[in-house]
């Protein structure tokens, strides 16, 4: 696996993407992109030294910097509210995952869910609420208050990717309950209930949602658009001459200028 990185223009109502260019070309895993505050570059989980570790890229310098090297293995970096520090899903020598904490410096850690077990991809809802996809069988996603470590399991069966919706007090999440028919739903984060739902592209579980809320999906080598308020998906790119393998993370940068995707080779 490999992040690409993707120049967008937004002069008019369709996004104008450019070219992706690999910016982790390398054998091994790099996977799992999240965009700094400033947009300036974006935080990946890399294998690094027999274990999976964070690391920065600066888009500016194209240059890597690893940005722990702790003593477990680290997955999925997810901003926090204050935008100061980082949270991702760590490897315990019990073999199950926790949520620690790391200042943009990586330099030190604590953590942050000590009796929530199972803890995989995340994000932040607000500062005193994480929502969680649990290691489970089926996967759930879960809220889960900071302080008190109180759980509410608000849906199962749910696939890795968890979107905070820009500008509404939402979620959104693919639903695999149904094999057949994935649908990316709508959690409205006040009343708890699912008030849309999106079909899927065939066969993929991972998007991102841009400012203008259209949501944003691969499809093997193909990367489609799902207008705000639209009907049905739309081209956006097609990089099949380009990518010799299909689009899964996608990382939207906060100035909407960037994206990142990842791609896993056939």
């Known amino acids: ?41 974006f935080l990946f989980t890399s294998w690094v030294d027999m274990q999976a570790d964070t690391c920065r890229y600066d888009i ?3 240059a890597i910097e690893r940005v722990t090297a702790s003593t477990s293995g680290e997955w999925a970096p997810a901003l926090t509210p204050d935008g100061q520090g ?18 943009m410096s990586g330099r030190s850690l604590g953590v942050v869910l000590r009796d929530v077990t199972g803890a995989g991809y995340h994000t932040w809802v607000d500062s005193d609420t994480i929502a969680l996809y649990m290691l489970a069988e089926p996967p759930q996603l879960a809220l889960v208050d900071v302080d008190t ?17 820009p ?29 849309r739902a999106v079909p899927a592209t065939a066969g993929s579980e991972d998007f991102a949602i841009g400012i203008d809320g259209s949501i944003l999906m691969g499809e093997g080598a193909r990367l489609f658009r799902y207008p705000s308020g639209g009907s049905d998906w739309e081209l956006l790119g097609d990089w099949s ?24 080779e056939s």
């Open 167 to 195: 500008g509404r007090r939402e979620l959104a999440f693919v639903d695999k309950s149904n094999p057949e028919a994935w649908v990316i739903r709508y959690l409205d984060l006040e009343t708890m209930r699912t008030s």
């Open 149 to 165: 470590e109180e759980r509410r399991i608000v849906a199962s069966g749910v696939g890795r990717c968890i979107q905070r919706v």
């Open 1 to 41: 696996m490999d992040v690409f990185l993707v120049d967008i223009r937004s002069d008019g109502a369709v996004p104008t993407l450019g070219p992706p260019r690999n910016v982790t070309s390398r054998p091994g895993y790099d996977n799992q992109p999240v965009f700094l505050p400033d947009s300036a570059g």
């Open 86 to 103: 980082f949270t991702i899903s760590r490897d315990e020598p019990e073999g199950y995952q926790r949520l620690w904490r790391f200042p």
């Open 60 to 62: 500016g310098t194209e």
């Open 241 to 264: 001459h380009l990518l010799s393998g299909s689009i899964t993370r996608i990382a939207l940068s906060p100035t909407g200028r960037h994206m990142a995707i990842v791609v896993k």
